[in-house]
């Protein structure tokens, strides 16, 4: 799916000489999910996927995270959002650090915010063994990539090693 929607992007891009806006492309996606509704109702190819781009219609640019169910449906995530086989114990837990954990996930620095989210893995992995864990001893890593109103910033695994350290 994701080459399709690159492809198609990029295919606009090229055509109209312009990219699309976010919104577009969270339509786009929600499109192609409702494509493919036959497989999903079959129970081959069900996806839940989280979409994240930063909004440039605004002013100042604002980072926008959607989620969708499997249906096509798309949802504007206000502060965060989980997808996955392991989503439910880490939705409960930012959840509970969002009404009363202090920092809230939204007012992190990037070092909470990163071992926050490894720490999170590393719990649901515990719990869900279709979750992929963090093992900082075996130098495993997440792939963390931090949306800002400039952009995004890939988060390397030497640098999550780095900050996770205490």
């Known amino acids: 799916m994701a080459r399709v929607l690159e492809t198609s992007f990029e295919y606009y ?3 109209q000489l312009q990219s699309l806006s976010l919104p ?3 339509r ?3 499109r192609l999910l409702r494509e493919n509704l036959p497989m999903t109702m ?3 190819g069900v996806v839940m996927p989280l979409f994240a781009g930063v909004d440039l219609t605004v002013s100042p640019p604002e ?3 959607y989620f969708y ?3 096509g449906a798309q949802f504007h995530a206000v502060g965060y959002a989980a997808s996955g086989s392991g989503a439910g114990t880490i939705r409960s837990i930012l959840s509970f650090q969002d009404r009363y954990g202090q920092p809230r996930p939204t007012r992190m620095n990037l070092k909470q915010a990163v071992q926050f989210a490894l720490r999170l893995l590393m719990i649901a992995s515990e719990f869900d063994s279709a979750t992929g864990g963090v093992n900082p001893d075996a130098q495993t890593f997440a ?3 931090v949306l800002r109103g400039s952009g995004v910033e ?3 695994a030497e640098r999550q090693g780095e900050l996770l350290k205490p």
């Open 42 to 44: 079959q129970g081959v």
């Open 143 to 145: 792939t963390i990539k």
């Open 13 to 15: 891009r090229r055509s």
């Open 69 to 71: 169910d499997p249906l």
């Open 24 to 26: 577009a492309k969270v």
């Open 63 to 65: 980072p926008q995270i």
């Open 28 to 30: 786009a996606l929600a």
């Open 154 to 156: 890939n988060i390397t």
